[in-house]
């Protein structure tokens, strides 16, 4: 009999759902690894979660086809091992667009109309007119890492007014972007960018790939938001800027160790935003990762192509 194996305990509706769709397999689901073990040789598919993944057991998945992702990340995957098993991973990327995107913005809300300010202000029960408020129309935000989050962000902030700038490795263009970048290095915008905002996910390449030679040259007025993964940035050379003032201010979801640490002069800083890697959360968020996984269900059952696919070399 052929497995497909969760290492996420699912609803039992959507169980029941994968069992009738998927008909001649085993659907089960697995609380540790130790039990994945007991199944994993006649396992063909696994279903999970990047954080939830049991990554010492793929060694023994020797029929160990496909992997289907909850999440969009992928980090914790062992793609050396799948690339040589020849394994396919597909994730769950287009379910983070419509609240990261929502998230973002309510970030650069609250600066340009010091909401903040005001929020802390009312628990100290301060009436402050005197506090400086400003708006998004006019200005300029460059995302690094344009996916279909970055796309959706572009689109809110073209209908604020705002001039947008991306960088992808590919160049492709967006409709949303006034010009794509395919390297930090090249991007000539950096230093008149009001906002400088990651998706990065992270890979062998972009750990630690924003540090002094972003921060170094944004402008002393502006913003950095970081709604990617946390080791994409150097966090010291973060706080330095934030410290000597290089940059404004920052937003932050992700951290280089979460939880943050309660020692991090970050939860301190007056100008700084700071959310529990929240920003994917939503309570549609099983809805939309289950309609993904029901499409490719379908497609492999029947044998055509799956969608999200990770390209095992880059890691994303």
Not at 3 to 17: Q, R, S
Not at 25 to 31: A, N, T
Not at 107 to 114: D, G, K, P, S, T
Not at 236 to 257: C, M, P
Request: glycine content about 6%; proline content about 3%; charged content about 30%.
């Amino acid at each position: 009999m052929r497995n497909i194996l969760l290492f996420t305990k699912l609803n039992d509706n959507y169980i029941k759902e994968i069992k009738e769709q998927m008909e001649g397999y085993d659907v089960l689901y697995v609380q540790n690894e130790e039990e994945a073990e007991k199944y994993v040789k006649d396992t063909e598919i696994i279903i999970s979660f990047d954080f939830e993944f049991y990554s010492n057991i793929v060694d023994k998945a020797s029929n160990l086809k496909w992997i289907h992702l909850l999440s969009a990340g992928a980090d914790t995957l062992p793609f050396e091992k799948l690339k040589e098993m020849k394994v396919i991973v597909t994730n769950s990327r287009d379910v983070h667009k419509y609240q990261i995107s929502q998230q973002v913005i309510g970030y650069m809300l609250m600066f340009e109309r010091a909401l903040n300010v005001f929020v802390k202000n009312q628990m100290k029960k301060v009436w402050d007119r005197s506090v400086r408020v400003s708006e998004l129309t006019g200005k300029t935000a460059l995302i690094i890492g344009v996916g279909s989050i970055g796309e959706e962000i572009a689109r809110l902030l073209k209908e604020f007014g705002m001039k947008v700038y991306g960088i992808r490795n590919s160049g492709k263009p967006s409709l949303y972007v006034e010009k794509m970048y395919t390297t930090i290095e090249d991007c000539d915008i950096l230093p008149l960018a009001d906002y400088v905002i990651s998706i990065l996910p992270l890979t062998k390449d972009t750990y630690h790939l924003i540090g002094e030679n972003v921060f170094n040259k944004m402008k002393n007025d502006s913003y950095f938001i970081n709604v990617g993964r946390g080791k994409v940035v150097n966090e010291k050379a973060l706080i330095n800027a934030l410290k000597n003032k290089a940059i404004k201010g920052a937003a932050l979801d992700v951290f280089e160790e979460e939880p943050l640490s309660e020692d991090s002069p970050l939860w301190d800083m007056e100008n700084v935003i700071i959310t529990p890697h929240m920003a994917g959360v939503t309570p549609l968020y099983m809805k939309r990762a289950m309609e993904i996984l029901r499409e490719n269900l379908i497609a492999y059952k029947e044998g055509r192509d799956l969608k999200n696919i990770v390209n095992l070399y880059k890691g994303y």
